[in-house]
């Protein structure tokens, strides 16, 4: 994934910007802006947009794309204004997003805010990952439910690919922006292309194209793909959608303003590639518009959900000082009944944490289910005899919990949660306990390594085990557990360098 943070106008980056704008006909979308903890009466100011631009035709793979970062607490508004507004509004561009209209709606008031007009007031032709995903369930004969899925499962079911959330609600106001921060932010938007890619192409192969964009009939008029999938009779009639009317005028002329701004030395998105015939033809049935109201435009406020949040707030406050020292001895102590051994559980909140604490050779289980209930975490905790880690500040309340059975981090990157936990806890760490553990399900390795031949056999029908490796005398370790194999390669090695590094094991 190419990704490029953008922190001025007269930098190379927005160069490469402006003209990988020219050349793209899908772009995902995505916003990012500092948590607000409490009541307000204005909306969140955004610090960062990104643009995941799609590169080349249709035939062209979804990797080979490039994600931009728009350092929007760096730029100066006013100079990028109109070439976001066009990119939002240009028909020769397809936007992906993911809920993006309160993206829009934040987006809006912060540009607002800087004296940019009404700030943005629209995205077309749009689609939303949502009803892209609904779609395909219903092309494939599934069950289409009105219950959303998070991106996160909707990326892992359609591509494979986990996205960790723990970053969402991290403090995107400060600079400069972590290596993690970056990676997150930009894995959220490029996803989006990839998603695209495989319902353009199950579209495609389903023969869900008219040949002729004028094969409808009049009487099927504009509709958007959700208004699609909301019709009683959606499974035998697939309608098209009419946006930019005038789109042929506008593809052929450039308008009188923006011949002004072209004077005037203002950026203007010229385009030099429209899109292929079919994905202008998923556009022209398929897309949408994203529209604000005037409505939109004011935060909404309660002051019964206001005073209840705000209690809420000083109860947070009042838990996490129960956290700044440990006191007393973890249930997996030798005098609470434990075998003396750290254990701990880790909720969906900080289950990235878990693989952390394997790798240094602690026992870190996840959760029984993906979205179990306070319950039944303390409920694992206590039988497991382990300690229940968190970020979720409403466990700490929870009527069923007993002393020592839960920790809230403070900390929101892994590396930072790990050294929290091992100085709080006051773990010992040695460099013969990294990569101890199994770090799929946090089994335990046999005691005897297996041969390459013992290994490929072993591995048979369950794991792929790179050839290259076969003449280099290795020996391979099985989780007890999944038997899971691995070997001392170049990432194993690269791992235990980490955490030598994060754990100051030389110091």
Known sequence: MDVHLVSSIGSAEFTHLTRSLSKSTIIGLDAEWKPVRSQRSTFPTVTLLQLACQLGDDSSGWDESVVFLLDLASIPLPSIWELIRDVFVSPDILKLGFKFKQDLIYLSSTFSAQGCDLGFDKVEPYMDITNIYKFLQHIEGNKVTKNTKSLSAICEEILGLRLSKELQCSDWSQRPLTEEQIRYAATDAHCLLGIFKIIQAKIIEEGHL?????????????????????????????????????????????????????????????????????????VRKYGEKLILQESDRTPKTSRKKGRRRSSVVVVCKEKQLDNVDWQGPPPWDISMGGDGSPKFLCDVMVEGLAKHLRCVGIDAAIPLSKKPEPRDLIDQAYKEKRVLLTRDAKLLRHQYLIKNQIYRLNSLLKNEQLLEVVEVFQLKISEDQLMSRCTKCNGRFIQKPLTTEEA??????????????????????????????????TQYHNAVQKFIDVCKLKE
């Open 456 to 489: 490929i056999e072993a591995a048979k029908g369950f794991q792929r085990i790179p050839s290259c490796l076969f003449d280099k005398n290795l020996e391979f370790w099985q989780c007890k557990d999944c038997n899971q194999l691995y070997w001392e390669g």
């Open 210 to 282: 008219c040949n002729n964009v004028e094969d409808q009939h009049q009487s099927d008029i504009s509709l958007g793909l959700k208004d699609i999938l909301e019709m009683p009779d959606c499974e035998d009639k697939l309608v098209r959608t009419k946006i930019c009317n005038a789109v042929d005028i506008v593809q052929a002329t450039a308008s009188s303003e923006e011949c002004e701004r072209i004077a005037k030395g203002v950026e203007v998105i010229r385009k030099t590639k429209p899109m292929d015939e079919s994905l202008w033809k998923i």
